[in-house]
Every structure is written in C-alpha cells, then in structure tokens.
C-alpha cells in the first residue's frame, strides 16, 4: 500500500484544524479522496472537506467568513442556538469584544466568560527643578510656553531643565 493511500485511513474524527474540528468521515469524493464532515467551533457551520483541504483551509465559510462575525451570525453558546447580537445583550458584553476574542481562538463561552482587564494607570515622570519642584513634561511646557518637543529637544542636546525652559522659544508665526 502507498504512503499516500495509509495516511488517506487515518480516522480524523475530533481532531481540530484551523477551520474548526472534523466531526465525522463522510464518503470520497469524485477524485477518489476521503470527505470529512468539518464544524466550524464559531459559528456550527458545515461543510465537506479532503485532507488536503483541512490543513490547508484558514477559516470558515460559513456566517463567520473567516472571522468576520455580523451581529446576525449565529453560533452555539451553552446549548443554545443565539446571534451574536443577542449574545451581546444577555452577556453584559460588546460584540465587538466578543469578535475580538472569538478571533484570538476563544471558544464562544470563554469570549463571554473572561473578564475585562483593567489597565494600570499611566505614571508621569517628575522632573526636579533647581527651585525644587517637581514638574512633567506637560506642566513644564505650560510654564515656560515652549513646545513638548522643543523642551525634550534641549534637553537631550545636554541643557539642564532650567535652562531648558529659560531660553526663549524662536519668534515666528503665532501657533493656532
């Protein structure tokens, strides 16, 4: 028997690819292929595929397109046949953060289930003056009346903060 013909035998069934996961052997096609019955894991879409095609296959065909969900696409969700704007609704969650998730590998319970991470607060820099206080970048430019960019320029060209906001800025077009 060729090498192409045993690995034709192996039976495929629950195993997953990147479309989704096989469910069931369904015949051979017209070239003499073995069929395998696929179900897309987003929306419960099936379709018939060779061996060649499931490796090669990225996404589904059918109302997730490839991870394009509609707020009508339909998937499976604890039993329950749902669209993924009733899905939305009943969860507390935005369709867009359950398409995100979905499209991250997230089966449909864990895109509602996972919690919203929180990012931390960002911390802004302090810089210390000679006259002793501590200032950000944003409030340095507010009190000199210089540019972000002019003041980060000066000092990295090797003056101190303070001479950095003393220098006048270039006298030109007034900003708008």
Same mark, same amino acid.
């Given at each position: ?7 034709? +035998? ?13 469910? %069931?052997? /369904? ?31 990225? *996404?589904?065909? &059918? !109302? ?17 046949? $749902?669209? +993924?704007?009733?899905? /939305?609704?009943? !969860? ?9 998730? +979905?499209?991250? &590998? %997230?089966? =449909? ?5 996972? =919690?919203?991470?929180?990012?931390? =607060? ?12 501590? $200032?950000? @970048?944003?409030?340095?430019? @507010? ?12 000092? @990295? ?11 006048? *800025? @270039?006298? *030109?077009?007034?900003?708008?």
């Amino acid at each position: 028997m060729s090498q192409r013909r045993k690995n034709d +035998l192996t039976d495929l069934t629950g195993i997953p690819f990147k479309a989704g996961v096989v469910v %069931a052997r /369904a015949g051979i096609s017209k070239h003499r292929s073995i069929l395998w019955l696929l179900r897309c894991q987003v929306c419960g879409h099936e379709c018939l595929r060779t061996r060649t095609a499931l490796r090669k296959q990225t *996404g589904c065909e &059918g !109302a997730c397109a490839n991870g394009r969900l509609r707020y009508t696409s339909t998937m499976k969700v604890f039993g329950l046949v $749902l669209t +993924l704007k009733q899905i /939305a609704s009943v !969860a507390n969650v935005e369709m867009q953060t359950i398409r995100t998730r +979905l499209r991250s &590998g %997230a089966t =449909p319970e864990e895109a509602i289930l996972r =919690p919203k991470q929180r990012r931390e =607060p960002r911390i802004h820099k302090k810089y210390l003056l000679s006259d002793g206080r501590l $200032l950000t @970048k944003r409030e340095m430019e @507010k009190v000199s009346g210089l540019n972000r960019s002019t003041l980060e320029r000066r000092i @990295k060209n090797g003056m101190t903060l303070d001479e950095a906001m003393r220098l006048p *800025g @270039k006298v *030109g077009r007034p900003r708008l």
